[in-house]
């Protein structure tokens, strides 16, 4: 082989290499990435069914209600557009309180129930995840861009 084929052949193999470790880099990463959702995204269908997300919004307020067991809690979370339910099974987060901004990560289930299998709360008064603040955001322009004669879907 000539010099020329050689050093071809060398950056060929390089490349197969480099994207070979690319590939298991991504296939590894697959399961791992939690993506962020809001109320009316998953309403819209458009987070995973099958697969862990997380989504947030603000606990509504009078929604929450603890089994007996004690560590059960079923509670609304809302992006003032649309609301959904959650259930988790754990203790949750001193900071948890109604009314205030949460995000949740677990699966949402065919009986289109969020199963979390953890509860983040904000830590500090001025603080909101900064996909919620958008989404509440987002949420905020397009109620006020619904006229009032037209019912919003929950």
Excluded: W
């Amino acid at each position: 082989m000539k010099p020329r084929q050689k050093r071809l052949v060398y950056i060929l193999a390089a490349i197969a290499i480099f994207g070979a470790a690319v590939g298991l880099v991504l296939y590894a990463l697959k399961n791992n990435v939690s993506l962020f959702f809001t109320p009316t995204q998953v309403y819209n269908k458009e987070a995973p069914q099958a697969r862990s997300f997380r989504v947030g919004g603000l606990v509504v307020e009078g929604s929450l209600k603890r089994e007996r067991d004690g560590l059960t809690v079923h509670f609304d979370i809302t992006d003032t557009q649309n609301t959904m339910p959650v259930t988790y099974k754990g203790i949750l987060p001193d900071l948890f309180k109604e009314g205030k901004g949460v995000v949740a990560q677990g699966k949402l289930q065919a009986d289109h129930v969020f199963y979390a299998e953890e509860v983040l709360a904000k830590h500090d008064e001025n603080y909101v995840a900064p996909e919620a603040a958008r989404a509440l955001e987002m949420a905020a322009k397009a109620a006020s861009a619904v006229p009032p004669s037209t019912p919003v879907a929950k």
